[in-house]
């Protein structure tokens, strides 16, 4: 006989985790389905911005080890914009110590894991059928490029250029207490402190915009940021690459399968709020799911992302016009309080359709 729970999770992720964490704290039985054992790593700018913070103390997950950053710095040649969050600092932490903090916090509350892929299921009236478990209901936050989503036949054309990212780390011991954001004609590198030795580099870029020559893509990339090059010492771990990134969809719920994380649709990285973005999604339908109303899931989901995709759409507006990139960072630094209240508007509160509740 098939083994019964209330939920089952489509992949190992922060968002899927934190599905799970979230529907076990609330007394539902949770399957989680991943392929990959152990630590998951991924290309990812590895900021938690305050948000985030707030919403995996909600979970119980405890604070994994990091580098708190105050805010966002914006870099482009001789001149520097900063603005600091007013809601406390964000923390720079490796993907993977986050990673083995959810997992831990997860298995703590009895989520069981199971090893392998959703590559089909049976959906009925009454519930959904994967791998011989049968539950009442499926999330799906297999990531980007999600094969289920693909299955089910939701996403949509991208009306964006596709954007690449690359990312590695550096032994160099942070000199900012801020993420800093190097604005280039390509590209955009974002530095983020992990460890009091180490800064992690992503670069994100536009497919033409990789500068020609024989070597490795991601050392090429770097050389169009020749300042921060000269600061950076050796790298200590392996490239990592993420992208395309837009991904459009006509619904972000299919029957009894609600889609969470990247796997619910994406814009690009460029504001850092991928996480975030996870948690509140992976919230948002775990709430929908709790009161029995999934219907309602697609309006929650537009609620609790509206500002990530606002402004990260902006953002990417201001970069594909020459003219408007080349005014960014002066704007910023004549008028600082642009600056601190757009990272007001992209870190406040998120309050849910269906509890009323605030969600950090």
């Known amino acids: 006989m098939p083994r019964m729970v209330d939920l089952i999770v489509a992949g190992g992720g922060p968002a899927g985790l934190a599905s799970a964490i979230g529907a076990a704290q609330s007394g539902m039985a949770v399957t989680l389905v991943e392929p990959k054992a152990g630590t998951i790593d991924k290309a990812c700018g590895e900021g938690l911005m ?5 919403s995996l103390s909600a979970l119980g997950v405890p604070h994994p080890s990091g580098i708190p950053f105050a805010g966002i710095r914006y870099v482009d040649g001789d001149l520097r914009a900063q603005g600091n969050f007013s809601a406390g ?3 720079g932490v490796r993907r993977t110590a986050l990673h083995d903090a959810m997992r831990a916090r997860a298995k703590a509350l009895g989520v069981q894991r199971v090893e392998g892929k959703v590559g089909e299921w049976t959906e009925t009236q009454d519930g959904i059928e994967v791998n011989g478990i049968c539950a009442k209901w499926m999330i799906a936050a297999d990531g980007l490029h999600s094969p289920i989503r693909k299955r089910l036949g939701l996403g949509l054309p991208s009306r964006l250029p596709d954007r690449l990212g690359v990312r590695r780390h550096f032994q160099t011991a942070p000199w900012s207490e801020f993420v800093e954001v190097h604005w280039s ?6 530095v983020t402190p992990v460890a009091p030795d180490t800064v992690g580099v992503a670069i994100l870029f536009y497919p033409d915009a990789l500068p020609q020559g024989s070597g490795p893509k991601y050392n090429r990339l770097l050389s169009l940021f020749p300042e921060l090059e000269e600061r950076l010492g050796n790298p200590c771990t392996p490239v990592a690459g993420a992208g395309p990134f837009a991904q459009h969809l006509s ?11 990247d796997a619910s649709g994406y814009v690009d990285p460029l504001t850092g709020e991928g996480i975030r973005m996870g948690l509140d999604t992976a919230e948002a339908a775990v709430s929908c799911l709790r009161s029995n109303q ?3 899931y697609d309006r929650a989901w537009r609620r609790v992302t509206w500002r990530y995709r606002w402004m990260t759409s902006g953002l990417l507006e201001i970069r594909s016009r020459p003219w408007l990139r080349r005014q960014l960072v002066p704007t910023l630094r004549r008028c600082p309080w642009l600056l601190r209240g757009a990272l007001d508007i992209l870190n406040g509160p998120v309050k849910h359709s269906l509890t009323g509740t605030i969600a950090s």
């Open 50 to 54: 305050p948000p985030a913070l707030k």
């Open 89 to 91: 600092p964000g923390m």
């Open 185 to 190: 004609e390509r590209a955009e590198a974002y």
């Open 251 to 261: 619904s972000h719920r299919h029957g009894r399968i609600l889609l969470v994380g």
């Open 294 to 296: 999934p219907e309602h």
